[in-house]
């Protein structure tokens, strides 16, 4: 069972590389990391061993972190129908694992990511890097990129849930944030046209 005080954890899917990263809210609406890094399989291995082992990872890690929420990318597709086949696959898997042990998850897209994080939804990789960074006080960049994916999707997920809570049932109107997750939500429905790949 899920801690409603416990932390977050993001998840960058992937079949070769799953990122994760797990952060926990500290007073004046900043975050910490409590840890991060990389579940990883051997393309020489049969597919299902693989997802086999990105399953027991990704459950063991919703075991021992009993978190509150859990942020996974949105899979999206655009011409690479291959790379969004293999997301897929560990998208599934992070949201059974979330499932099984009740924790809540939302699915962002890497615009919405950007824009949390970066304050630009067109902000690239390195940006959002350096934001994850500076934000959660480390020393060095996160290492592989695919972690510091997962702790941008983290703090992604705490910083929208403050909003919400915000916002409630509020019929004012809506906060230059939210405004702006929308547009970059519809930015990424334009840009795609069903036959494969993430877009990011």
């Known amino acids: 069972m899920f801690d409603p005080q416990g932390p977050i954890i993001g998840i960058d899917p992937g079949v070769s590389r799953c990122g994760y990263g797990v952060v926990t809210r500290l007073s004046g609406g900043r975050f910490a990391a409590v840890a991060y890094g990389v579940i990883t399989t051997s393309p020489s291995d049969p597919m299902p061993e693989r997802l086999l082992s990105i399953a027991t990872e990704l459950d063991a890690l919703v075991a021992e972190y009993k978190p509150s929420g859990m942020a996974v990318e949105r899979v999206l597709f655009s011409n690479n129908a291959r790379t969004a086949m293999s997301v897929g696959q560990a ?14 998850v939302v699915e962002y897209s890497p615009n919405e990511v950007k824009l949390a994080v970066c304050g630009d ?42 909003i919400r809570e915000q916002v409630g049932e509020s019929t004012g109107p809506q906060s230059s944030l939210e405004k702006a997750v929308q547009r970059a939500l519809e930015r990424d429905s334009g840009r795609t046209n069903g036959k494969g790949s993430v877009i990011a």
Not at 133 to 154: F, K, M, Q, S
């Open 91 to 104: 998208n599934g898997l992070a949201l059974v694992a979330a499932a099984r042990h009740c924790v809540p």
């Open 121 to 162: 939804g067109a902000a690239d990789k390195a940006a959002v890097q350096a934001m994850v960074t500076r934000l959660l006080g480390l020393g060095e960049i996160p290492r592989p990129p695919d972690a510091a994916d997962a702790l941008a999707l983290a703090l992604t997920h705490g910083w929208s849930g403050r």
